[in-house]
């Protein structure tokens, strides 16, 4: 009966319409099918980021490194530093950086990684952009990632890093 319908008012319609709605409806259709791309496309990315996290993890404990904190602080610590950014005003750039500061090796800093997961970045409550990983979001929030006047805030960190042979930067 739909079908009938529908079918009786488009053979009505003129052809220019008829071609317009072809084009809508291939649009929608490619628009859908990009959109299901992209999510499966990132969570692959996702997926594989959390395996690399994971064998560079089990790579360290073969080199003999022992993480200096229990899983319990890494998480705690991960939400600390996602609560000193969040919301991009009022940061608090200053525990961010101490308790980044507190790593003390290659492992710690992975297990940090791997705590903080993707979150996502908000700015006056309004959700910015895809969920980024660790680095991504000090980088994007303290500013590097833009040439900002904090990135020497991030310099801090990458000197106390190396300077306890910590490969990782920012």
């Known amino acids: 009966m739909k079908t009938q319908f529908i079918k009786s008012n488009i053979s009505d319609l003129p052809q220019w319409a008829k071609g317009i709605i072809a084009i809508a409806v291939v649009g929608g ?10 999510k499966i496309k990132k969570e692959k990315e ?5 395996i690399n996290i994971k064998n560079e993890i089990e790579e360290a404990i073969k080199k003999g490194l022992k993480k200096s904190f229990p899983d319990s602080q890494y998480v705690s610590k991960a939400n600390q530093i996602y609560e000193g950014m969040k919301y991009g005003i009022g940061d608090d750039y200053g525990s961010v950086r101490d308790i980044l500061k507190t790593m003390k090796n290659d492992l710690d800093v992975l ?3 791997k705590a903080f997961g993707k979150r996502q ?3 006056f409550g309004i959700p910015q952009g895809e969920p980024k990983d660790l680095f991504t979001f000090v980088r994007a929030e303290l500013g590097n990632e833009y040439g900002g006047i904090t990135s020497y805030k991030m310099d801090a960190i990458n000197k106390d890093w190396s300077a306890k042979g910590i490969k990782y930067k920012f």
């Open 29 to 38: 259709v490619a628009i859908v099918s990009y959109m299901v791309y992209k």
């Open 111 to 113: 297990s940090i990684m």
């Open 46 to 50: 996702d997926k594989e980021q959390r």
């Open 121 to 123: 970045a908000y700015v």
